[in-house]
């Protein structure tokens, strides 16, 4: 599929309505969080949708809000957010900000302040909810550098990609910054990072990636992937 530059942002299209009515794992809530804070066309969409969501709710005789259960969980899987003020090194406009206001608010900095996880040069990653050995759906944030493809891969479950920056090409289509990638199991692909620019990324994983070389099984705890 060919993308132009007028074209509407990807996004997990099978999950608003998931979003809306609060069934969404901690982790896919916040990806969509962070896309629409940084994608007016799909902050539109998931606001039409939260609103067919309401009017159907109002007309059920089984309508009920989300309960304190669900906005309990929500509230203890995200981190400690660091105590200070954002870093001058990060735009002051959260419109103009590389990172979206929610992913700001969680890491207590921008993208410019960030502590890099890095084993093998050209990668690194950052932990914010889970970690490789999680059990549930894991969120972190990962950089690769400009140029780089990454091993090919499938998952053991969904894979979900928002692109904050930078750019990647995978199986004929283009993901730039404010699409969310999403790929299933079965789904095997190896991405290649656009030349002149790093691209970073807030990725939701459902388990280990599960490598299809040799090369890419030794290298995976080094990605930490």
């Known amino acids: 599929m060919t993308m132009s530059a007028l074209r509407s942002p990807s996004t997990a299209v099978d999950s608003l309505d998931d979003f809306a009515n609060g069934r969404l794992s901690v982790a896919k809530h916040l990806m969509l969080v962070c896309q629409s804070e940084i994608s007016p066309d799909i902050a ?3 606001a039409f949708t939260e609103e067919v969501s309401a009017s159907l709710m109002m007309d059920s005789p089984h309508s009920r809000s989300l309960t304190p259960e669900f906005i309990g969980n929500v509230l203890a899987a995200l981190p400690e957010v660091r105590a200070g003020v954002i870093s001058r090194n990060d735009n002051q406009n959260p419109r103009l900000s590389m990172a979206p206001p929610t992913l700001r608010d969680i890491l207590g900095h921008g993208l410019r302040d960030m502590k890099w996880r890095s084993f093998i040069p050209g990668v690194a990653t950052h932990d914010i909810v889970g970690d490789r050995a999680y059990d549930g759906d894991r969120l972190y944030l990962m950089k690769v550098k400009a140029g780089m493809k990454m091993p090919e891969h499938d998952h053991n479950g969904e ?13 004929g289509q283009r993901f730039t910054r404010g ?3 999403v790929a299933y199991n079965d789904n095997s692909h190896a991405p290649e990072i656009e030349a002149g620019e790093d691209c970073i990324c807030l990725v939701m994983t459902q388990g280990k990636l599960k490598m299809q070389s040799a090369i890419g099984r030794l290298l995976q705890p080094l990605l930490g992937i």
């Open 44 to 46: 539109q969409e998931i």
């Open 159 to 171: 894979e979900w990609t928002l692109i904050l920056k930078g750019g990647y090409r995978v199986n």
């Open 179 to 181: 699409d969310l990638h």
